[in-house]
C-alpha cells in the first residue's frame, strides 16, 4: 500500500514541483525581460521626470487642485488616486451619498463656468479611480477657468486643448480623450514661453 501511494505521489509532486517553476518563476522572468526590452518605458510605469525627480505617470491619474490647472476625473481610489486602493466607490445609482456628492459636484462647477452643462466625467469616478483621461468635452469646459487663472487668451488655450486630444486606438476602438497629466505639462511649457 505505501509503494502505491509513493509511486502515485511521487509524479504529482514532480509535476506540482515543474509547473510552480515553470509558470511561477521562468515565465514571469521571461516576460518581465521581454517588456523591458522592448517597452522599457511603459513596463517601468510610463514615469514622468523633472529634473531626475518622479512627478506622476501618464498612465495613473493624479490630483490638480489649483485654478491653474485642468483637472481629471474624481477618484474614489483610497484617498484619491491611491494606486494601492484602485477600485470605484460601489455606490450604485440609488445611493444618497453618491447621488448628494454629484450634487455638490455639479453645483461647484457650475460656478466656472456659468450657463454651460458640466461634463459628466468631472463629476463622476471610473472603476478604477486611476483613469488619467478625460472627455475633449470635459478638457474645453475648462478652458476659460485655466485661461482665467493663468492670464492667457482662452483661444490659445483651447487650441493646445485641441491639440491634445488623443484618437481612439486604431481609429475605432474607444472615444476621443484627453491625457490631463500631458495637457498640464504641455500648459506649464506653453504658459512658460509666450507664443510667437
Not at 509511486?7 to 521581454?34: D, K, Q
Not at 531626475?52 to 483637472?71: L, P, W
Amino acid at each position: 500500500m505505501d509503494k502505491d501511494l509513493i509511486s502515485a505521489l511521487r509524479p504529482a509532486l514532480v509535476m506540482t514541483t515543474l509547473f510552480a517553476l515553470l509558470l511561477g518563476l521562468a515565465y514571469p522572468l521571461a516576460l518581465t525581460g521581454i517588456g523591458q526590452a522592448l517597452f522599457p518605458v511603459q513596463a517601468n510605469g510610463s514615469l514622468v521626470r523633472d529634473k531626475g525627480r518622479v512627478i506622476g505617470s501618464t498612465v495613473v491619474g493624479q490630483a490638480f487642485t489649483s485654478a491653474r490647472y485642468f483637472n481629471t476625473r474624481p477618484s474614489a481610489a483610497g484617498d484619491g488616486y491611491d494606486g494601492l486602493a484602485s477600485s470605484g466607490s460601489n455606490l450604485g445609482p440609488a445611493s444618497r451619498a453618491l447621488a448628494d456628492r454629484v450634487q455638490r459636484d455639479v453645483a461647484r462647477l457650475a460656478e466656472t463656468a456659468p450657463g454651460s452643462i458640466v461634463p459628466p466625467d468631472l463629476v463622476t469616478t471610473s472603476a478604477s479611480g486611476l483613469d488619467p483621461h478625460i472627455s475633449p468635452e470635459a478638457a474645453l469646459y475648462q478652458v476659460d477657468r485655466v485661461a482665467r487663472a493663468r492670464s492667457l487668451d482662452p483661444a490659445m488655450v483651447r487650441g493646445l486643448v485641441e491639440r491634445s486630444v488623443e484618437p481612439p486606438l486604431l481609429g475605432f476602438l474607444g472615444e476621443p480623450r484627453v491625457n490631463v497629466f500631458i495637457l498640464n505639462r504641455r500648459l506649464d511649457t506653453f504658459g512658460a514661453t509666450p507664443p510667437a
